[in-house]
C-alpha cells in the first residue's frame, strides 16, 4: 500500500464527513439564521432561545435524512473491507 493509496482513503474518508456533516449543519445554519433575525426584530436578546429549535431541526433532518446518511456511510464501510485484500496483499 503506497502513499497515494493512503491518501486516497483519507480524502475519501473526509468527503464522506462533509457529505454527512453538511445536511445537518445547513439545518441548524437555517434555523439558527431564521431565530436570530426573529430575536433581531422583537429584540429578545435570550442565547437560549434557538437551542431548542435548533435541536428540532437536527432530529427531523435526521429522521428525514437518516436512511440516506447510513446508506452511504454502509456503502463506503462495505468498500472499504472489500478492498482490504487489495490494500494489504
Request: negative net charge; glycine residues 10%.
Amino acid at each position: 500500500m503506497g502513499p497515494e493509496t493512503v491518501l486516497d482513503l483519507g480524502r475519501d474518508a473526509l468527503w464522506l464527513a462533509v457529505l454527512l456533516a453538511g445536511p445537518l449543519l445547513g439545518a441548524a445554519l437555517a434555523v439558527g439564521l431564521f431565530i436570530g433575525v426573529i430575536q433581531a426584530a422583537t429584540q429578545i436578546q435570550e442565547m437560549t432561545l434557538s437551542f431548542i429549535p435548533k435541536l428540532l431541526a437536527l432530529v427531523v433532518t435526521l429522521f428525514v435524512i437518516g436512511p440516506w446518511m447510513l446508506r452511504i456511510l454502509t456503502t463506503f464501510a462495505q468498500r472499504l473491507f472489500m478492498d482490504i485484500p487489495g490494500l494489504v496483499g
